[in-house]
């Protein structure tokens, strides 16, 4: 598994939900890198995308990448 976000309107709800996705994690034996987790942060980048209380937003740092691309010299 690459990417999931569990939320909530709230802390406890949060708390709620989280608890419920790793409890289906240990029944289903997946296994998360649990250095890559963050736990209550209030945006993340899910799949090259901006996640926040804002909405889904362009990861800009993704768009410079491309913009500099050099052309292709050949076929």
Excluded at 58 to 71: F, G, M, Q, R, T
């Amino acid at each position: 598994m690459d990417d999931f976000i569990v939320y909530g309107s709230f802390f406890d709800a949060c708390l709620d939900s989280l608890d419920k996705v790793l409890n289906k994690c240990i029944q289903f034996n997946l296994i998360l890198n649990f250095e890559k987790c963050h736990f209550m942060v209030e945006q993340g980048i899910i799949l090259g995308h901006i996640i926040s209380s804002k909405g889904i937003e362009v990861d800009h740092a993704k768009i410079s990448v491309i913009s500099n691309l050099h052309y292709p010299s050949s076929v």
